[in-house]
């Protein structure tokens, strides 16, 4: 029993030790490139002329390092753009990609409206593209009770597990994954 009472003790201390190592990870992966920080440190510099040599200094770093693509400047609009154009793919991709908030609640996408630009039917059901130049594939046995027809709205929402359901002209949604 006292073993079994020490195993406990020392998972419970790992499981601790593996949440720290994480949030350290997650502090870590929110501070800014090396560049940033260096251009903003020069506000702390109280000598005019030596504050202003600094911020020339390091806005000719920033703009070398932005024209090389070693930084890309994105606001909050390309970047809900991008992930909208990535909306569907399994992997979190916007993380990857280094979109900052990655799929936090305040920026993750969870449905797309849209039109269907071209219908296929397959073996397993339907095979769909949008507007947004997604191609998505049926996976559930469900069907349609109209065929989708080019032009009809359509919208692409995020179920549960990284599932997504496509409802085409109003009707019930069906389960569909992207394959473009």
């Avoid at 260096?38 to 932005?66: G, M, P, S, W, Y």
């Avoid at 920026?107 to 769909?128: F, M």
Wanted: charged share 25%; glycine share 10%; proline share 3%.
């Amino acid at each position: 029993m006292r073993k079994a009472a020490i195993a406990m003790m020392a998972l419970a201390t790992l499981a601790g030790a593996g949440t720290a190592l994480a949030k350290d990870k997650a502090a870590k992966d929110k501070a800014p490139p090396e560049v940033v920080r260096q251009l903003v440190e020069c506000r702390q510099i109280a000598d005019n002329a030596a504050r202003l040599a600094c911020f020339d200094r390091q806005v000719a770093v920033f703009a070398e390092a932005t024209q090389s693509h070693e930084i890309v400047v994105a606001d909050r609009k390309d970047i809900q753009e991008a992930k909208r154009g990535l909306f569907g793919f399994a992997a979190p991709v916007g993380r990857l990609l280094g979109f900052g908030g990655g799929d936090d609640e305040a920026t993750e996408i969870k449905r797309i409206d849209t039109k269907v630009a071209t219908v296929r039917s397959i073996p397993n059901g339907w095979r769909l593209s949008f507007d947004e130049g997604g191609v998505w594939e049926q996976v559930d046995l469900k069907n349609f009770v109209m065929s989708p027809k080019i032009g009809q709205k359509a919208a692409i929402t995020k179920g549960a597990f990284g599932s997504y359901f496509v409802s085409v002209n109003g009707q019930p949604g069906i389960k569909m994954r992207r394959v473009e």
